[in-house]
């Protein structure tokens, strides 16, 4: 039997050159770095990893130049989500034959299913895969998958092994636990919910797909370690330090331009986005960087920006930012200088 899915699994930025395209030589560097900082495992071709935005030749390589830096250091989770069930299936073949632990499959999106599609899809998936299929939960951007179909699947289906939720949604979590782990004792269960990450753990989770991860994996990899242990009062401090760098990225630009931002503090060289972005959005991120710095230099991770921090921590209003952007803007446009 494969070893259990458990600890924290990176989901991974892809670096990406001048030109936009998958820069290896820095992926690669990555993929090293992920690896010395402590993480579990690595989990590229999340949404972390912006999937949708790559063609599907694109998301293989990814995968294969991750699992040739690996060589079997840790164990790779593969997303492995595809827009049917054919390539989906497909794609499962591919990185079977490239060594990897498992794949990640995210419930059908755009389409909003039923209950018995959802179930239907991974009942195909998971009866012709080679490899040990995890369930993917992100109810914000894919079809609900509801704890009876979860519980459904993991008695069905012997390659069905785990599900990543992304939900954050806690009684969620337990009611899945408790349909699932009497029948299925192996079956992992990750949460994609960094601000949760602690108490997901203590109700019984065995791990995370966690975007921080990908930028402080000293901090994540920590507060899994503690919270194993049951060292509550030190989880509990570095779980709220987490929160806060967590908040930050998640809610100050649109998703995931400020783990990329706070990933380039940390010296990686990841290029811009493949998703345009306008003046005013530049802008904000140039702020965010500076309060980001802020951040991870409390906890020795980053320089200070030049000019350096807000004393006595203060708090950077993103709303205000953008009203003093929209009217430096203006003011620019009215002189003919934009």
């Not at 990406?16 to 900082?37: F, K, Q, S, V």
């Not at 949460?191 to 949760?196: K, L, M, P, R, S």
């Not at 899994?224 to 570095?238: C, F, M, N, S, V």
């Amino acid at each position: 039997m494969a070893p259990k899915l458990q600890g924290i699994f990176t989901p991974n930025i892809v670096p990406l050159d001048g030109r936009g395209e998958i820069n290896e030589a820095e992926l690669r560097r990555y993929t090293d770095w992920l690896i010395d900082r402590g993480v579990h495992g690595l989990y590229p071709n999340g949404s972390t990893g912006e999937f949708t935005r790559f063609t599907p030749e694109e998301r293989r390589r990814i995968i294969a130049i991750m699992a040739d830096q690996t060589r079997g250091r840790v164990p790779v989770l593969a997303g492995a989500a595809e827009a049917n069930v054919r390539e989906t299936i497909s794609a499962c073949e591919y990185y079977h034959d490239l060594g990897v632990r498992a794949v990640a499959i995210v419930s059908p999106f755009y389409y909003k299913l039923s209950p018995q599609a959802v179930y239907a899809y991974f009942k195909e998936i998971g009866d012709h895969s080679p490899v040990d299929v995890t369930l993917y939960n992100i109810p914000m951007f894919a079809s609900p998958i509801d704890v009876p179909t979860v519980q459904r699947l993991s008695e069905e289906c012997e390659r069905v092994v785990a599900i990543k939720d992304s939900s954050g949604d806690l009684p969620h979590m337990i009611r899945m636990i408790q349909a699932v782990r009497p029948n299925r004792p192996e079956f992992s269960f990750l949460t994609g919910w960094d601000a949760a990450l602690m108490p997901m753990i203590l109700i019984g989770c065995d791990g995370g797909t966690n975007a921080t991860s990908g930028v402080v994996p000293e901090i994540t990899r920590k507060l899994y370690d503690l919270t194993k242990a049951y060292r509550i009062d030190e989880a509990r401090e570095l779980q709220y330090k987490l929160l806060t760098l967590f908040d930050k990225m998640i809610l100050s630009a649109d998703f995931p331009e400020g783990f990329r931002a706070a990933l380039r503090l940390r010296g990686f060289n990841t290029g811009a986005g493949r998703q345009p972005f306008s003046d005013i959005q530049q802008m904000q991120l140039e702020t965010l960087s500076n309060a980001l710095a802020c951040l991870m230099a409390d906890e020795g991770y980053a320089d200070q920006p030049i000019g350096g921090c807000p004393i006595g921590g203060e708090k950077i209003d993103p709303d205000q930012v953008g009203r003093i952007v929209k009217g430096v803007l203006a003011e620019l446009k009215q002189r003919g200088l934009s």
